[in-house]
């Protein structure tokens, strides 16, 4: 169990991120022989992180610094947390859909069930109307640590960069809407005002009320904030955050490999820990929220959604990696163009179903326009049903 500071090996927000790691794989890849080789491992994970909630509220419970992924003493963390509960909702979610693919429909049931309580934890407990933000954390058991050396708040009021983390994986791997959306929008609003644009470089894990600032994590502040923020049109935020981030890494300390992980000192702009650490392809989700690409093997569907800015107004040959084949998008308002640059997995893929943001769009394939019937309106926009099989060299083109 480690050291008292120090109880790593029950860390929640882990046992999400294997869920949604899995589900990535199995809609990524199409590979349903990995699906039910997966499937009861997901139920055990998320079995072992309802045992960890102590109050029956949806959400593991935390008990000090070491306890989940923000794990030094800087986090200590106590009782339910948003960035926790967020990435439970995205994982519920997921294994929701794993249950239905199974033909599961008991579980199917008991992960909707979960989904709604861990939302109406979030959204009744969490949520803060005089701050506009999610409450990094909340711990209603916290006077039974009175007597203890971790007494602390009930609360803290931090505003925590990773609080709707969650709704980045919802959006990339299209699942339900997790939480009200009017809420995201201001939490999001929240910390680009209070994390990001009050500091010169990099942005900051958390910011209190006081204005006391944290120490940045960027490659996860890339997905948490900035993805989630194009994929929720606040484009401009999240490249101001990453221009902070360019300028401190490149500009002001000339490092163009081995970034670090943890960023301190004045403005966050002095690089601290971890300089060999795996966290760089965090930004290559970035051109997949620029381009609003979601793509699902087992259901041969594909979302094109393209966010713009205030200054950025036209996307040029934007790469889409997956498994089974590489593209890229290239759009502009009114049109987008997506071009099959290479197949690895066969001759070509099939779609049969295309979410695009406008109802009055024209497919054409090649130039030669595709029948496609309307299914009507969808989370993201609106879903045709089509018939295409797309293979290396061709191009798909989107007006309207």
């Given at each position: 169990l480690g050291s008292k500071m120090w109880t790593n090996l029950h860390w929640p927000d882990l046992t999400s991120a294997f869920v949604l790691q899995c589900y990535r794989?199995?809609?990524?890849?199409?590979?349903?022989?990995?699906?039910?080789?997966?499937?009861?491992?997901?139920?055990?994970?998320?079995?072992?992180?309802?045992?960890?909630?102590?109050?029956?509220?949806?959400?593991?419970?935390?008990?000090?610094?070491?306890?989940?992924?923000?794990?030094?003493?800087?986090?200590?963390?106590?009782?339910a947390s948003s960035f926790v509960a967020s990435m439970y909702l995205a994982a519920t979610a997921?294994?929701?859909?794993?249950?239905?693919?199974?033909?599961?429909?008991?579980?199917?049931?008991?992960?909707?069930q979960e989904v709604a309580l861990t939302r109406k934890t979030m959204e009744e407990k969490l949520w803060d109307e005089k701050l506009g933000y999610f409450l990094?954390?909340?711990?209603?058991?916290?006077?039974?640590?009175?007597?203890?050396?971790?007494k602390h708040d009930d609360r803290s009021e931090s505003c925590m960069v990773a609080q709707v983390a969650g709704t980045w994986f919802a959006h990339l791997l299209n699942l339900d809407e997790l939480l009200r959306p009017d809420l995201v929008?201001?939490?999001?609003?929240?910390?680009?005002?209070?994390?990001?644009?009050?500091?010169?470089?990099?942005?900051?894990n958390e910011v209190w009320p006081n204005g006391k600032i944290a120490m940045s994590w960027p490659f996860y502040i890339e997905t948490y904030f900035a993805a989630n923020s194009i994929y929720e049109g606040k484009v401009d935020e999240a490249l101001d955050m990453e221009r902070r981030f360019y300028n401190a890494a490149f500009e002001k300390t000339g490092l163009p490999w081995e970034i670090s992980l943890i960023w301190g000192g004045p403005?966050?702009?002095?690089?601290?820990?971890?300089?060999?650490?795996?966290?760089?392809?965090?930004?290559?989700?970035?051109?997949?929220?620029?381009?609003?690409?979601?793509?699902?093997?087992?259901?041969?569907?594909?979302?094109?959604?393209?966010?713009?800015?205030?200054?950025?107004?036209?996307?040029?040959?934007?790469?889409?990696?997956?498994?089974?084949?590489?593209?890229?998008?290239?759009?502009?308002?009114?049109?987008?163009?997506?071009?099959?640059?290479?197949?690895?997995?066969?001759?070509?893929?099939?779609?049969?179903?295309?979410?695009?943001?406008?109802?009055?769009?024209?497919?054409?394939?090649?130039g030669k326009p595709v029948k496609a019937e309307s299914e009507g309106p969808c989370r993201d926009g609106h879903a045709f049903n089509v018939e295409l099989e797309l293979k290396q060299g061709d191009v798909l083109t989107i007006k309207g």
């Open positions: 794989q199995i809609i990524w890849t199409g590979d349903r022989a990995f699906l039910e080789y997966a499937y009861p491992k997901v139920k055990q994970a998320l079995q072992f992180q309802k045992r960890l909630d102590q109050n029956g509220d949806g959400i593991a419970d935390l008990w000090g610094p070491g306890c989940c992924t923000y794990d030094n003493h800087n986090f200590p963390y106590f009782g997921a294994a929701k859909e794993m249950a239905r693919l199974m033909g599961d429909t008991a579980y199917a049931k008991e992960m909707e990094c954390w909340r711990d209603e058991n916290a006077k039974n640590w009175d007597r203890s050396e971790r929008k201001r939490a999001l609003g929240s910390i680009y005002e209070r994390d990001v644009k009050p500091i010169k470089y990099c942005a900051a403005d966050n702009g002095e690089p601290s820990w971890g300089k060999w650490y795996m966290t760089n392809p965090c930004s290559w989700y970035l051109p997949m929220a620029l381009t609003g690409f979601h793509y699902n093997a087992l259901k041969d569907e594909m979302r094109l959604a393209p966010r713009f800015g205030s200054e950025l107004k036209e996307l040029k040959s934007i790469p889409v990696f997956m498994p089974g084949f590489w593209a890229a998008v290239s759009a502009k308002p009114g049109e987008i163009e997506f071009s099959v640059d290479r197949m690895f997995n066969g001759n070509g893929f099939p779609l049969r179903k295309l979410i695009l943001e406008s109802v009055s769009s024209r497919i054409l394939l090649n």
